[in-house]
């Protein structure tokens, strides 16, 4: 399977195919790459009702966990633009796999993979970062009860009403102050 943003078609017969240098290496050496879709990671699209998911929500409803995200924040040093932010967040792989028994998982154990670095003039206010950290605690519950009826990975892992019942219906994931430094 291709996706067709990364076939660009050239003439009426050529085309190009457009890889990362990793898939490029390994089709070279005449090898299938480690993230190819032919080695069964392709679980379809979602529907239009998830295309806004922030990836905290995901997260939260990750059965495996393997990276950690430290994300640095720069405030505007500009004083008529107090609430202008620019930044990166990068995952880095972890040596351990945190698979989940239950879930969703808790603000705990989402932040406690979470660091932010917080560079700026004045003090940190959560308040003015907008969505990139915010939860929807009913997105989170609709989103676990399409994955365990569509996503058979998803079967058999239980689903706790009281653990969703900790985030809110639409604000920053709990304990996100503790996070940043």
């Avoid at 996706?3 to 078609?9: K, M, N, S």
Wanted: aromatic residues 8%; negative net charge; proline residues 7%.
């Amino acid at each position: 399977m291709l996706d067709c943003r990364g076939i660009i078609c050239d003439e009426k017969d050529k085309a190009t195919l457009l890889l990362c240098s990793d898939c490029s290496t390994e089709l070279s050496k005449e090898k299938i790459p480690r993230l190819a879709l032919a080695n069964g990671l392709f679980r379809g699209e979602l529907p239009d009702m998830f295309a806004d998911l922030t990836w905290v929500e995901e997260k939260i409803c990750a059965i495996y966990c393997t990276t950690a995200h430290v994300t640095h924040l720069f405030q505007s040093s500009d004083p008529s633009q107090p609430k202008v932010f620019h930044g990166n967040t990068c995952a880095h792989d972890m040596n351990i796999v945190s698979t989940a028994s239950v879930l969703p998982r808790t603000p705990a154990d989402v932040t406690g993979r979470l660091s932010v670095i917080f560079v700026g003039p004045g003090k940190f206010n959560p308040k003015q970062l907008g969505t990139i950290f915010c939860v929807c605690k009913s997105k989170i519950w609709s989103f676990l009860l399409w994955l365990k009826y569509h996503n058979r990975l998803y079967a058999n892992i239980p689903l706790d009403p009281n653990i969703v019942d900790l985030y809110p219906e639409d604000d920053i994931i709990p304990g996100f102050t503790e996070c940043v430094v």
